[in-house]
């Protein structure tokens, strides 16, 4: 399975973005769904991830109420909707998936094989 993120862009603090993972190569249907995103200098950290059935969201503590993760099945296609957008939250953003990723391990990157390349994603205050 490829995964490619896209959807980056420049926005002003308080704007919105849609970050989408696409799949090709196979479904991910039933595949939990990680993002993560690595600011200059940083390390590369979890931002959130939808489980296998897309019935729990894990966030991490500083995007909760602001971002929010769907699935679109028939798109084979991983959303990352971001609100309330701050300069602290530019970085480049990953997606990464995994059939056997389980809730005790779903915020660790080596639990993911599949990764897609970065979107940059760019907050200006």
């Known amino acids: 399975v490829q995964l490619q993120a896209s959807g980056g862009g420049l926005v002003q603090a308080g704007g919105s973005l849609r970050l989408s993972c696409a799949a090709s190569?196979?479904?991910?249907?039933?595949?939990?769904v990680g993002w993560f995103r690595q600011a200059p200098g940083m390390e590369r950290n979890f931002v959130g991830a939808?489980?296998?059935?897309?019935?729990?969201?894990y966030n991490e503590d500083s995007v909760k109420g602001r971002f929010t993760i769907s699935r679109d099945t028939a798109r084979n296609t991983v959303y990352l909707q971001m609100n309330s957008l701050r300069p602290e939250d530019t970085a480049v953003y990953y997606c990464?998936?995994?059939?056997?990723?389980?809730?005790?391990?779903?915020?660790?990157?080596?639990?993911?094989?599949?990764w897609g390349l970065g979107t940059q994603v760019t907050v200006s205050s």
């Open positions: 990464a998936a995994d059939p056997s990723v389980i809730s005790s391990n779903v915020r660790s990157q080596s639990a993911y094989g599949n």
């Open positions: 939808i489980n296998r059935s897309g019935g729990k969201i």
């Open positions: 190569g196979g479904t991910i249907s039933r595949w939990a």
